[in-house]
């Protein structure tokens, strides 16, 4: 497959592509957080940066769905 060959190619890479970037992105906010851990920047009162990047991975688990439906079901 190739970009040029098809709809269904450019789709698929269009798709997989995106999504492996977000969860690219989604890693590095994981190593942030886990670096400002080590150095204590987290409390019971002050806990967003832990929690932000969680609810980006829920959005990440929400669009693999989507692309799992759109590139494989569909």
Do not use: C
């Not at 590095?28 to 400002?36: E, G, K, S, T």
Request: proline fraction near 3%; hydrophobic fraction near 55%; aromatic fraction near 20%.
């Amino acid at each position: 497959w190739s970009l040029k060959d098809n709809a269904f190619a450019t789709t698929f890479f269009g798709l997989t592509g995106l999504h492996g970037l977000h969860v690219f992105v989604g890693l590095n906010l994981l190593l942030y957080a886990f670096i400002r851990s080590v150095r204590g920047h987290y409390s019971p009162q002050h806990f967003h940066g832990v929690e932000i990047p969680a609810i980006y991975w829920h959005f990440l688990d929400v669009m693999w769905i989507v692309v799992y439906v759109t590139v494989y079901v569909i």
